[in-house]
């Protein structure tokens, strides 16, 4: 997507810096065009080296390419992060007198605009009136956040965190293929206590499956994120529910379960539990070794496909697979698409350290029959959007579910 990013002359121009990089790694093209305020606070180098593109906010730079029509023009979503009160008032006015309210008056792709300013200037009437304007002529205006503003001061009016603002942004102008569609994911790993201090877990950081939860809110979905233990925050925007065990989470999903039109598996769920929980810490009792009993934990994914609330809900499972002297990666997952009674098997390698929690993911997404539907190679968000592709092609069959 070819993203402009506005950014006007307030201290919290150096956030901007940080959705410049999320907006970036989520692999958009960025136009920065920052207003002369705001070059006095974060130069225009800085914009240039993050965004790979020139920087001007002055109408009579660069003028033979027409850039205070181009820029607008040619945008699919524009930013304006952080939106000051004078900012604010000139883009109501629908004035034209710097680069970026130029580009505001001709860009017709959707607009977010972020505010960020001292609580009485967003309260008074004028800011108000100003972003009541704006509102109405379809201007997504967030509200700023309520906290720490400069100096001692706190109250509404701070820039709400780059996250948000790109979560807010992405659902605005991204396919929006997923609306009205509930979507349950379950991300992390599981943690099995053996006694108050220790468990068996799991190397998964949640990365895959928050990832799969924030494409899914930018595509429109109304996303409930299950985490076990994950060591990545959540995406803004999504409800979470947090379990520990295997048993919370097989019940948190069946519970979530009822109500969804698909349901996701991301989470590295413990297949054995500790036979006991010692209810003091295990000591070291001379030299000998405790041995721990284990027992089989369920399988969730098995039992979320085999009792569906509707045959129309579309459940997705996850395989992270090292191949083996006796089969392949691909030879073990389709025993294992086979045997889950998931509509799709996402698999993924992690063999030599691969998948566990970097950013980038290889993933190759069968049917119930072992047949390849997709590939991708990438970040996690890529490999997540191309997982919802998939599932947007699908569309017909989840349109017949009554959930
Ligand atoms: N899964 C589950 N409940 C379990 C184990 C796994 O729901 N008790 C889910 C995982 O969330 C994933 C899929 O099943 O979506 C495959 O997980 P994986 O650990 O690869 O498979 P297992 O069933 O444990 O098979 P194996 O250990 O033989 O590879």
């Given at each position: 997507m070819r993203v402009v990013l506005g950014v006007a002359g307030g201290i919290a121009a150096y956030k901007a810096v940080a959705l410049l990089r999320l907006l970036r790694e989520a692999g958009h093209d960025v136009?920065?065009?920052?207003?002369?305020?705001?070059?006095?606070?974060?130069?225009?180098?800085?914009?240039?080296?993050?965004?790979?593109?020139?920087?001007?906010?002055?109408?009579?730079d660069d003028v033979e390419n027409v850039t205070h029509v181009e820029v607008g023009r040619t945008a699919d979503l524009v930013v304006v992060a952080p939106a000051t009160a004078d900012l604010l008032a000139r883009a109501a006015a629908g004035r034209a007198d710097d680069?970026?309210?130029?580009?505001?008056?001709?860009?017709?792709?959707?607009?977010?605009?972020?505010?960020?300013?001292?609580?009485?200037?967003?309260?008074?009437?004028?800011?108000?009136?100003?972003?009541?304007?704006?509102?109405a002529r379809g201007v997504h205006v967030l509200d700023p956040d309520d906290g720490r503003l400069t100096g001692t001061d706190s109250g509404p009016g701070r820039l709400p965190e780059p996250e948000a603002i790109m979560a807010a942004a992405l659902r605005l102008a991204g396919p929006q293929d997923l609306v009205g569609r509930r979507v349950?994911?379950?991300?992390?790993?599981?943690?099995?206590?053996?006694?108050?201090v220790r468990f068996l877990g799991n190397r998964s950081s949640g990365r895959q499956g928050v990832a799969l939860a924030r494409a899914a809110h930018a595509r429109g979905a109304d996303v409930l994120l299950v985490a076990a233990n994950m060591s990545v925050p959540p995406p803004p925007g999504v409800e979470v529910r947090?379990?520990?065990?295997?048993?919370?989470?097989?019940?948190?999903?069946?519970?979530?379960?009822?109500?969804?039109?698909?349901?996701?598996?991301?989470?590295?769920?413990?297949?054995?539990?500790?036979?006991?929980?010692?209810?003091?810490k295990i000591k070291k009792t001379g030299?000998?070794?405790?041995?721990?009993?284990?027992?089989?934990?369920?399988?969730?994914?098995?039992?979320?496909?085999?009792?569906?609330?509707?045959?129309?809900?579309?459940?997705?499972g996850f395989a992270a697979e090292t191949g083996d002297d006796n089969a392949s990666i691909l030879d073990h997952a389709r025993a294992k698409a086979g045997r889950k009674g998931a509509d799709l098997l996402v698999v993924n390698p992690v063999d030599d350290g691969r998948g566990f929690a970097t950013p980038d993911?290889?993933?190759?997404?069968?049917?119930p029959t072992g047949q390849v539907l997709a590939t991708a190679t990438g970040t996690k968000d890529h490999v997540a959007h191309t997982v919802w592709d998939l599932v947007a092609t699908m569309g017909d069959n989840l349109d017949d579910n009554p959930a």
């Open positions: 136009r920065v065009v920052p207003t002369a305020a705001a070059l006095r606070f974060v130069g225009a180098p800085t914009w240039a080296a993050l965004s790979g593109e020139p920087v001007t906010g002055d109408l009579f680069l970026l309210t130029a580009t505001l008056l001709m860009a017709t792709c959707p607009v977010v605009m972020a505010p960020a300013m001292h609580t009485q200037m967003w309260q008074h009437p004028a800011t108000v009136a100003n972003v009541a304007t704006l509102r349950v994911i379950s991300a992390g790993g599981t943690q099995e206590p053996l006694d108050p947090t379990v520990t065990t295997a048993a919370e989470l097989h019940d948190a999903m069946l519970e979530a379960a009822t109500d969804a039109d698909i349901v996701v598996m991301a989470a590295a769920v413990a297949d054995f539990r500790p036979a006991q929980v010692a209810s003091t030299s000998h070794a405790p041995t721990v009993e284990l027992v089989q934990n369920p399988d969730i994914l098995a039992a979320l496909a085999s009792n569906r609330p509707s045959p129309a809900q579309l459940v997705i993911n290889d993933i190759t997404i069968l049917d």
